[in-house]
């Protein structure tokens, strides 16, 4: 059998995994208005993270902070667990009575809600 520099025959013949499909058919078997949901959440929740981390640092240094609405709405676009997070890492903003309870208010209504819209997607889970 001779050589050929061009593998384009075997590369064909091999069959990929639904895996690595990149089209709107699926991958790892969601749709991929699914994925884009998904790192729309690790975007917020890691943006809302380091503005709690960079809110805390300015507040160490006295200087200009972020105002509590801005965190508040970060966290109302998806990101309490990351301000969740942000408040446990960095031991920031624990004092606060009221804004406690609105960010504990936010996580526990989008909780309910991604339950409501897991149990209409997989009915069989729930």
Known sequence: MKFSPRFSRC???VKKPRIFSLG??????YPSTMWIAVVYLWVVNTLTLLAF?????RARRRKRRIPERKLLWLAALGGSPGALLGRWIFRHKTRKRLF???IFGIFGAQAVLAYLLAALELPSLV
């Open 24 to 29: 709107s058919t699926a991958l790892f078997g």
């Open 100 to 102: 406690s309870y609105y």
């Open 53 to 57: 981390g960079w809110d805390k640092l």
């Open 11 to 13: 590369i064909d013949s």
